[in-house]
């Protein structure tokens, strides 16, 4: 890789992640280059080489099983390049040197290149003094760095968390300030910023830095006045989610960001169903319908969270009142149900969270075991539908339980 860059006559590199996670003694998750070569010569050299990113092109070179990423140098800031009424850059193929890339990277020690020729570490920015006392700085001045493009302030709590390293008071101050510019990012991109953040091991740390740094405000409004409404409560039930998925990680267990973001968002939207339930007089299940769609718009101005991710997540909100029903043919129905256990996990979760739903759990439990439930208020809550519920079984997506269930 390096060496095909380096035969060709070009500068390359190894930089980022790879290189910082190695020197802090972590298992690098993948490895990004940096060349002097332009985007359109890395695609000569590289069989295998598709381009990407409009607002900077990007080479992902497929490596054996491996995508790296190669970038060209970026050139300095200038006013020439595009930005909004924020100052955040819109457009940046502005090329330059080595040394012209390292001041346009976030913090110190992301712009560590590593020269496998000579084995030698190139740092313009004290990023290996910052690595040796744990620190994570922004290069250059905070407050300009985060206007050009405020996901560095989601990074700096994911990064600062991940190396458990501190973070410098200078890259702290102005966030609560400047969280709004949150606002002004594509609502994919912060989706993607966000699950990064949450589908982590270190998902309950990252969600209380955001918490505690105001970047949640402007992630999740509508959460983040549950917080403030019911603090106990609703930090709880985040936090057993995000534990619960965290440790499903831990096992090599898929995590699925529908019943991520259905936990994340259970309290606000509970809460505005009770609401339009006592004042208007709707059943619960309708009042549900209506606050789920109320709660997912507004939500949706911020993240933009993909259909065949906001669907189940509805669904399994939808599927709550269910499990008051337990005459008749409903239950048989309801366990065939594709999303059934995705709900019924999340049943289990709000049972843990302090809802007292001793009773149903326990029937329910017992209802996927085809027996009866001493509970059970009809005889037996399996006798049909045992081969449709076998059929359908195979289509139910992954996703986290609360904790594992054998
Ligand atoms: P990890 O891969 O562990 O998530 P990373 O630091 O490698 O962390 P990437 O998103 O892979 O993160 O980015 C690779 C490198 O690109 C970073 O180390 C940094 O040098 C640079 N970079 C990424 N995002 C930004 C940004 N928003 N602003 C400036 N530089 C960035
Ligand atoms: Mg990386």
Known sequence: MLDTLQEAGFEAYVVGGGVRDL???????????????????????????????????????????????????????SDTHERDATGRILSDNVYGTLEDDAFRRDFTVNALYYDARSGIIVDYVGGLEDLRNRTLRLIGEPESRYREDAVRMLRAVRIGNKLHFRLDPACIEPMQRLAPLLREIPPARLFDEILKLLLNPDAVENFRALHWLHLWQALFPEVDAALEREPERT???????LAGAAERLHQGLPVSPAFLFAALLWVPVQARARDLAERQGHPLFVALQQATEELMTRQALRIAMPKRFSVPAREIWQLQP?????RGGRPQRFLAHPRFRAAYDFL????????????????????????????????SPVVHGQRRRRRRRSRRGAHPGPEPQS
Request: charged share 30%; hydrophobic share 40%.
């Open 235 to 241: 930090r709880a039930f985040i936090e057993r989610a």
């Open 23 to 77: 020197l802090t003694g972590l298992k690098p998750k993948d490895f990004d280059v940096a060349t002097d070569a332009r985007p359109e010569q890395i695609r000569r050299l590289f069989r295998s080489c598709r381009l990407v990113g409009r607002r900077f092109m990007i080479a992902h070179v497929r490596f054996g099983h491996e995508t790296v990423e190669v970038t060209t140098f970026r050139g300095p800031i």
């Open 322 to 326: 269910r499990f008051e029903q337990r």
């Open 348 to 379: 289990l979760l709000r049972h843990r969270s302090g809802e007292s739903l001793q009773e149903s759990v326990d029937w329910w439990t017992a209802a996927q075991q085809g027996v009866p439930s001493p509970m059970a208020d009809s005889a």
